[in-house]
């Protein structure tokens, strides 16, 4: 998970113990010698909790079981880890980061996207043409940055254990010629030699579809083997983070729902190559030889 919401998870679960303790946060900082302030950083994530200070509330909310000890100390190392994104720290804002965070962490992934091809399935030329058609006026250097980063991320589909991905895409997204029908052409077929993996299901939601689940929002699940999933929702101005279940209970029936809606992975492929042959007829037609 991203350091972010690593920290805030840990104090959530922090504050859990003390209430169960029923002990208050003025109480504790007294025994322990924090301030009120620093109480309220550590529940709320907002500072990053010491080992020696993890040890000593534990201590204090009369947690004596050594794996549950362990685990808290793990949770804590894991809040304060830096990831190869720090690099493009400058050119990538706080909710990116976090989100890269997450996806790097993720056992599983859900994605749904209206607009455009996820990014984890995208081509460097795709990418380009698509960072480059924000309106926002980035420097050169930046939007070389971004390409590098979301090249990056792609890096964790060849883990010896990737996560599991199950992308919906719609129609509309692969019919829109992206930088020209050589680099769409080129992106779609990237696409069909993803779907030649066993950890990446890919589906199409077709035109006939017509009103969905999706229709307001692209979206993200992603699922971790022993912590609640978190959705992130991202627009123009910055990425939404939402892990309170009844938030998550509404984006995975709205994914289950597109789910069923959307073509089988058999069709879907089937219906992407016959986009590639409509292209390719239609880039002749523009360009004989």
């Given at each position: 998970?991203?350091?972010?919401?690593?920290?805030?998870?840990?104090?959530?679960?922090?504050?859990?113990?003390?209430?169960?303790?029923?002990?208050?946060?003025?109480?504790?900082?007294?025994?322990?010698?924090?301030s009120q302030s620093k109480?309220?950083?550590?529940?709320?994530?907002?500072?990053?909790?010491?080992?020696?200070?993890?040890?000593?509330?534990?201590?204090?909310?009369?947690?004596?079981?050594?794996?549950?000890?362990?685990?808290?100390?793990?949770?804590a190392k894991d809040a304060?880890?830096?990831?190869?994104?720090?690099?493009?720290?400058?050119?990538?804002?706080?909710?990116?980061?976090?989100?890269?965070?997450?996806?790097?962490?993720?056992?599983?992934?859900?994605?749904?996207?209206?607009?455009?091809?996820?990014?984890?399935?995208?081509?460097?030329?795709?990418?380009?043409?698509?960072?480059?058609?924000?309106?926002?006026?980035?420097?050169?250097g930046h939007v070389d940055?971004?390409?590098?980063?979301?090249?990056?991320?792609?890096?964790?589909?060849?883990?010896?254990?990737?996560?599991?991905?199950?992308?919906?895409?719609?129609?509309?997204?692969?019919?829109?010629?992206?930088?020209?029908?050589?680099?769409?052409?080129?992106?779609?077929?990237?696409?069909?030699?993803?779907?030649?993996?066993?950890?990446?299901?890919?589906?199409?939601?077709?035109?006939?579809?017509?009103?969905?689940?999706?229709?307001?929002?692209?979206?993200?699940?992603?699922?971790?083997?022993?912590?609640?999933?978190?959705?992130?929702?991202?627009?123009?101005?910055?990425?939404?983070?939402?892990?309170?279940?009844?938030?998550?209970?509404?984006?995975?029936?709205?994914?289950?729902?597109?789910?069923?809606?959307?073509?089988?992975?058999?069709?879907?492929?089937?219906?992407?190559?016959?986009?590639?042959?409509?292209?390719?007829?239609?880039?002749?037609?523009?360009?004989?030889?």
């Amino acid at each position: 998970m991203g350091q972010t919401i690593r920290s805030r998870r840990l104090g959530s679960d922090l504050r859990q113990l003390r209430r169960k303790a029923s002990l208050t946060a003025e109480a504790v900082g007294a025994e322990l010698g924090f301030s009120q302030s620093k109480m309220s950083r550590i529940e709320s994530g907002d500072v990053r909790v010491s080992r020696t200070d993890l040890k000593a509330l534990l201590a204090l909310y009369n947690v004596t079981d050594q794996k549950q000890i362990t685990a808290f100390l793990e949770a804590a190392k894991d809040a304060k880890s830096r990831g190869w994104w720090i690099a493009y720290e400058d050119a990538l804002p706080r909710e990116y980061r976090d989100f890269i965070a997450l996806e790097g962490s993720a056992a599983g992934i859900r994605t749904f996207e209206g607009m455009s091809v996820p990014g984890l399935m995208q081509t460097p030329d795709y990418t380009r043409h698509i960072t480059m058609a924000n309106p926002a006026v980035l420097p050169p250097g930046h939007v070389d940055s971004l390409i590098k980063v979301r090249m990056e991320r792609q890096s964790i589909l060849d883990n010896d254990e990737p996560p599991k991905i199950w992308a919906i895409v719609t129609e509309a997204a692969l019919r829109q010629v992206v930088g020209g029908y050589a680099v769409m052409l080129d992106q779609l077929h990237h696409l069909t030699q993803l779907t030649e993996r066993s950890n990446i299901t890919l589906q199409v939601l077709p035109f006939e579809t017509g009103a969905h689940a999706g229709v307001h929002s692209s979206f993200v699940l992603f699922d971790f083997p022993a912590d609640p999933s978190i959705a992130c929702v991202a627009n123009l101005t910055g990425t939404l983070f939402m892990d309170q279940p009844g938030q998550l209970d509404a984006f995975s029936d709205a994914f289950n729902n597109l789910r069923a809606s959307a073509l089988s992975p058999a069709d879907s492929l089937t219906r992407i190559t016959d986009i590639m042959d409509l292209m390719r007829r239609e880039r002749n037609k523009r360009n004989p030889s």
